[in-house]
């Protein structure tokens, strides 16, 4: 069992920057890819940036060059580099780690505010 705890969420003015961080505690998240989506009141989950085990990265067209998602593997852990915030960047961030197609996990979620 893996348990993944989000922190770094908050305010930020638009043009600003968060950095959020994914604790893994439990099991090594080596071998798993690890995710951020997000989701505002109303809307489904969406995914806003992927890492896999082999460091190989994507993102959503809507965060591109502006969020870079990175990992630590010794710390057992993800991050989110949020620069050049926007207020549609508002939303709860979670954190996933997924080993294959029926193991994953999910953190609590953080929230991000930006303000304009």
């Known amino acids: 069992q893996v348990q993944l705890v989000e922190s770094g969420g908050g305010l930020a003015q638009a043009g600003g920057s968060l950095r959020l961080s994914c604790a893994a505690s439990?099991?090594?998240?080596?071998?798993?890819?690890i995710a951020w989506y997000r989701q505002t009141q109303g809307k489904q989950r969406e995914l806003v940036a992927v890492i896999t085990s082999g460091g190989t990265t994507s993102y959503a067209d809507s965060v591109k060059g502006r969020f870079t998602i990175s990992r630590d593997y010794a710390k057992n852990m993800g991050f989110l580099q949020m620069n050049s915030l926007k207020p549609e960047d508002t939303a709860v961030y979670f954190c996933?780690?997924?080993?294959?197609?029926?193991?994953?996990?999910w953190g609590q979620g953080t929230q991000v505010t930006v303000s304009s």
């Open positions: 439990g099991a090594s998240v080596t071998n798993a890819a």
């Open positions: 996933n780690v997924k080993f294959n197609w029926f193991t994953d996990y």
